[in-house]
């Protein structure tokens, strides 16, 4: 079957880095996304990696194994507003988006 | 970026009306919309695929009858909640594929909250 793990939620202080794993076993794949959810809002794209390696974007950063079904989210300088849910997709080889769970984040001061 | 809109955002309906979301893409043609419903604490779970011109794929388990899918053209997709009922409480939400965006990038609608009474 399909799956895609990563943790159910994390604590972080403000102003320092945390990294949110994630390992997914799909039938295929064509690239991975995150996508950052606040509570009660839709989810909002932050990255997505289809070939080996790190992608950097301002304060985020998102990198890919795929020979080890495995990837990262790296938060940087983390602020209070980045309290959220963050999602990894994996799009298999039908084209169809597999979700994990969600990592909860939480900030605090 | 490509603009998804969602209306409406919230909406309460007594058991056994029935209630019509709509997914818009603004700035962009969408020949495919997706349909998803989260529920508390919960992951994305795709209901369907909405395909312009042609009927929605659903997903093992979604009751076509019961949630009515409609992609008249390629910036509208509706989906029409019949005789709700209280389980059918939950937050929905669309999403669409640009095709300016990053490969495969999906945009989503703001979601709507569904409360049956």
């Known amino acids: 079957g399909q799956n895609i793990d990563q943790p159910t939620e994390m604590t972080a202080t403000e102003g320092a880095i945390v990294q949110i794993n994630c390992t997914y076993q799909?039938?295929?794949?064509?690239?991975l996304f995150w996508y950052q959810q606040h509570a009660g809002e839709a989810p909002t794209f932050l990255s997505y990696?289809?070939l080996d390696g790190l992608e950097e974007k301002g304060r985020f950063s998102s990198f890919l194994s795929r020979s080890k079904g495995y990837s990262y989210l790296l938060l940087k300088e983390l602020q209070m507003k980045d309290s959220a849910s963050y999602l990894c997709?994996?799009?298999?080889?039908?084209?169809?988006?597999?979700w994990g769970a969600g990592t909860k984040l939480i900030i605090k001061p | 970026g490509a603009v998804v809109s969602q209306h409406p955002s919230r909406v309460i309906c007594k058991s056994g009306t029935s209630v019509k979301i709509e997914c818009r893409s603004l700035?962009?043609?969408?020949?495919?919309m997706f349909w998803y419903r989260q529920f508390p604490k919960q992951s994305l779970m795709l209901m369907a695929t909405?395909?312009?011109?042609?009927?929605?794929?659903?997903e093992q388990g979604v009751e076509k009858d019961k949630f009515l899918i409609n992609h008249a053209s390629l910036t509208l997709s509706t989906l029409t909640v019949t005789s709700a009922h209280p389980e059918d409480s939950s937050f929905y939400i669309c999403?669409?594929?640009?095709?300016?965006?990053?490969?495969?990038?999906?945009?989503f609608g703001e979601g709507s909250r569904l409360t049956v009474l």
């Open positions: 999403s669409a594929r640009s095709d300016r965006g990053e490969s495969g990038e999906l945009f």
């Open positions: 700035d962009f043609q969408a020949t495919t």
């Open positions: 909405s395909n312009e011109g042609s009927k929605a794929t659903y």
């Open positions: 799909t039938s295929g794949f064509n690239g």
């Open positions: 990696n289809v």
């Open positions: 997709a994996v799009m298999d080889s039908n084209y169809q988006l597999i």
